[in-house]
């Protein structure tokens, strides 16, 4: 059939159907004419590719990894118990995770405990709480509960928990007297406000080395009094704000702290505070709504009048000068309790540990914008750490 001259008998005719008289005949293939791809993997930008013409899974191999991880998962949490048998000869250990993949501190939680409990021995299943993305009571409530029923379906002989809300919302009200044995790791400063009296559990506080970086600026900064603590607002950074309060104060500072929910706010804050404080602690911005890497180091630059410091490394492009955490090492420690316990050990016979590494670094842009210079002795022990755009 020549569709091109295909006529349809229910044609307009400016009578009974009112309508222009030349229509699109069956030939004409609306929007963009698809084309056939090879391979097994497609990826499409569909903000700025729409019609989907242009596969990009071979120049974003870290995107499709991270969809593929996405999906595992996925797959994973909606295992039905029968389908979840234990590898022959492995220990099957769960791994839930506070917050997801792509922050940094805990991707190299998630990779230490990861490389720390091998797969040719270890069968390590990892779930992400997304509470970082989504802080609010009603999601965190029900992700612990998906996540309670995912646990009870995998069968565990162990569960490793990092970050607060891990503790909080999940290990503490679903695991008193519970025999299952517990790692927790990355949680914050203390664990007293936790009842844990009642669970299987050891694990490693996390402690931002705060105190001794201000120690450290102390002699090349002596007036330095007034210090803002920037941060954003979650579970976490308003259990820590009272103990911060203390611990800067008992060195003699005059601490604030903004905690703040969005990007916007965190700008406004940030040019007010160069105004009126000799130093800023930058302590992290995970959950900070809307937050734009490039304008932000536009922000800085714009309105930096004082030393900018932080304990966290994936922050040092913001800051100028560092002594942080190694977050691998909560990663670390977890994975070798884990292997301990496993071993024979019980939880109650391996202490609480605390982390001890730490790393120096300075951003030379910034610090030039401000004749931040530290002493010889500092600048040879840190790491350099520039500004870049994304």
Same mark, same amino acid.
């Given at each position: 059939?020549d569709?091109?001259?295909? +006529?349809?008998?229910?044609?307009?005719?400016?009578?009974? *159907?009112?309508?222009? +008289?030349?229509?699109?005949?069956?030939?004409?293939?609306?929007?963009?004419?698809? %084309?056939?791809?090879? &391979?097994?993997?497609?990826?499409?930008?569909?903000?700025?590719?729409?019609?989907?013409m242009?596969?990009?899974?071979?120049?974003?191999?870290?995107?499709?990894?991270?969809?593929?991880?996405?999906?595992?998962?996925? %797959?994973?949490?909606?295992?039905?118990?029968?389908? @979840?048998?234990?590898?022959?000869?492995?220990?099957?250990?769960?791994?839930?995770?506070?917050?997801?993949?792509?922050?940094?501190?805990?991707?190299? @939680?998630? &990779?230490?405990?990861?490389?720390?409990?091998?797969?040719?021995?270890?069968?390590? !299943?990892?779930?992400?709480?997304?509470?970082?993305?989504?802080?609010?009571?009603?999601? =965190?409530?029900?992700?612990?509960?998906?996540?309670?029923? +995912? =646990?009870?379906?995998?069968?565990?002989?162990?569960? *490793?928990?990092?970050?607060?809300?891990?503790?909080?919302?999940?290990?503490?009200?679903?695991?008193? &007297?519970?025999?299952?044995?517990?790692?927790?790791? #990355?949680?914050?400063?203390?664990?007293?406000?936790?009842d844990?009296?009642?669970?299987? @559990?050891?694990?490693? *506080?996390?402690?931002?080395p !705060?105190?001794?970086?201000?120690?450290?600026?102390?002699?090349?900064?002596?007036?330095?009094?007034?210090?803002?603590?920037?941060?954003?607002?979650?579970?976490?950074?308003?259990?820590?704000?009272?103990?911060?309060?203390?611990?800067? #104060?008992?060195?003699?500072?005059?601490?604030?702290?903004?905690? !703040?929910?969005?990007?916007?706010?965190?700008?406004?804050?940030?040019?007010?505070?160069?105004?009126?404080?000799?130093? =800023?602690?930058?302590?992290?911005? &995970?959950? =900070?709504?809307?937050?734009?890497?490039d304008?932000?180091?536009?922000? @800085?630059?714009?309105?930096?009048? !004082?030393?900018?410091?932080?304990?966290?490394?994936?922050?040092?492009?913001?800051?100028?000068?560092?002594?942080?955490?190694?977050?691998?090492?909560?990663?670390? *420690?977890?994975?070798?309790?884990?292997?301990?316990?496993? $071993?024979?050990?019980?939880?109650?016979d391996?202490?609480v540990?605390?982390?001890?590494?730490?790393?120096?670094?300075?951003?030379?842009?910034?610090?030039?914008?401000?004749?931040?210079?530290?002493g +010889?002795?500092?600048?040879e022990?840190? $790491?350099?750490?520039?500004?870049?755009?994304?």
């Open positions: 059939m569709l091109a001259n295909w +006529s349809d008998w229910r044609a307009p005719d400016g009578t009974t *159907i009112i309508a222009p +008289s030349e229509q699109a005949d069956p030939s004409m293939y609306p929007g963009v004419k698809p %084309e056939k791809m090879e &391979g097994d993997l497609f990826l499409f930008n569909v903000r700025e590719d729409i019609s989907e242009v596969n990009l899974s071979a120049s974003e191999p870290g995107i499709i990894t991270e969809l593929q991880r996405a999906s595992a998962d996925f %797959e994973n949490s909606c295992k039905a118990p029968s389908r @979840i048998s234990s590898q022959a000869g492995k220990k099957r250990v769960a791994y839930v995770n506070s917050y997801h993949r792509g922050f940094p501190p805990s991707d190299l @939680i998630t &990779g230490a405990v990861m490389e720390g409990l091998p797969a040719e021995s270890f069968e390590v !299943v990892p779930f992400f709480m997304d509470t970082k993305r989504n802080p609010s009571e009603s999601f =965190i409530q029900k992700r612990a509960a998906a996540l309670l029923d +995912s =646990i009870d379906m995998l069968k565990p002989d162990l569960l *490793i928990v990092s970050d607060d809300n891990a503790m909080k919302y999940l290990v503490v009200p679903h695991f008193q &007297g519970n025999p299952l044995p517990i790692v927790f790791c #990355g949680v914050n400063w203390t664990v007293d406000q936790y844990i009296a009642d669970c299987n @559990i050891t694990g490693v *506080i996390e402690i931002l !705060v105190a001794e970086l201000v120690r450290t600026l102390k002699p090349s900064h002596p007036a330095m009094k007034k210090l803002l603590v920037l941060n954003e607002n979650t579970t976490t950074s308003r259990k820590t704000r009272p103990l911060l309060d203390t611990l800067l #104060g008992n060195l003699g500072l005059e601490v604030s702290q903004a905690l !703040v929910d969005d990007f916007e706010e965190w700008k406004a804050v940030f040019a007010g505070a160069n105004e009126t404080f000799d130093i =800023i602690y930058l302590q992290t911005r &995970g959950a =900070i709504d809307g937050w734009d890497h304008a932000a180091l536009r922000h @800085i630059e714009k309105h930096i009048q !004082v030393p900018l410091v932080t304990c966290e490394e994936f922050m040092m492009p913001y800051a100028v000068f560092g002594l942080t955490q190694l977050s691998e090492e909560q990663g670390m *420690i977890a994975a070798e309790m884990a292997k301990s316990i496993l $071993g024979g050990t019980r939880p109650e391996i202490p540990t605390t982390n001890s590494m730490n790393r120096v670094w300075i951003n030379p842009g910034l610090a030039e914008r401000i004749d931040f210079q530290p +010889s002795a500092l600048l022990r840190a $790491g350099l750490v520039e500004s870049v755009n994304e």
